[in-house]
């Protein structure tokens, strides 16, 4: 079965540290990869998306991911995080399959940035 | 993007009892999705709302318990029928366009079954 693995469930930060946040996937064809975030109390927005092309995309608040084909994996990285940071941030895939339009989810991570 | 609303924001209801939540994006949109996710838990599929058709369901959901409707492009409920404390979670309703493959999130609701 496909799925999305998120390897820190729980990361806490300082501020100006770097961050790298890990998500790997089980699918062997074409997909469409995402990272949302869910600051406290807000709803899931999209932070960036990659469908093709160069495999470094750049998303909103600094946030960069790279996608490595032969690793499965779509991390997800900031140079320097800040107190705001502090959110649930969550992997998904869409395996591009016919007309599949479904995301399948990574479990999320918690971070935490102190300041 | 899209806005997407729903109604209501948050409920408690009463075991037995059944809950319409509301989803209204502010524009047309292709697919629309609902979601169940507990509390700082990932995001489990409900169903994909099909307009004009019955709704796609996956498993180990039902339309008895989970129906669903969809009028328009811009409009879809979902119902929690029979509420047990274990429906008590929050229920996000999503949309996509054609072509663009990124899902826009509604506020969610959040439901307590006592």
């Known amino acids: 079965a496909q799925s999305v693995s998120q390897h820190n469930h729980h990361v806490i930060l300082s501020e100006a540290a770097s961050l790298e946040l890990g998500c790997n996937y089980s699918?062997?064809?074409?997909?469409?990869l995402f990272w949302y975030v869910q600051y406290p109390g807000q709803h899931l927005q999209l932070l960036l998306k990659?469908?093709?092309?160069d495999p470094l995309v750049k998303g909103i608040k600094g946030f960069e991911a790279e996608f490595i084909k032969s690793k499965f994996s779509f991390n997800l990285r900031k140079p320097s995080v800040q107190w705001s940071d502090t959110a649930e941030y969550f992997c998904?895939?869409?395996?591009?399959?016919?007309?599949?339009?479904?995301?399948?989810w990574g479990l999320g991570t918690s971070l935490a940035v102190n300041p | 993007s899209a806005v997407i609303s729903q109604k209501p924001s948050r409920d408690i209801c009463q075991r037995g009892t059944s809950l319409t939540i509301q989803c209204q994006v502010d524009?047309?949109?292709?697919?629309m999705f609902w979601y169940r996710q507990q509390p700082g838990q990932s995001l489990t599929l409900i169903a994909t709302?099909?307009?004009?058709?019955?709704?796609?369901?996956e498993s180990g959901f039902v339309i008895d318990k989970f129906p669903i409707s969809r009028p328009n492009l811009t409009f879809s409920t979902l119902t929690v029928s029979n509420m047990s404390p274990e429906d008590s979670s929050i229920y996000l309703c999503?949309?996509?366009?054609?072509?663009?493959?990124?899902?826009?999130f509604g506020p969610g609701t959040r439901l307590t079954v006592t």
């Open positions: 699918y062997g064809g074409t997909v469409n």
């Open positions: 999503s949309a996509d366009r054609a072509g663009h493959y990124e899902q826009y």
């Open positions: 524009s047309q949109v292709t697919m």
């Open positions: 990659y469908f093709s092309g």
């Open positions: 709302a099909n307009q004009g058709s019955e709704a796609t369901y």
């Open positions: 998904a895939v869409n395996p591009r399959a016919g007309n599949n339009r479904k995301l399948i």
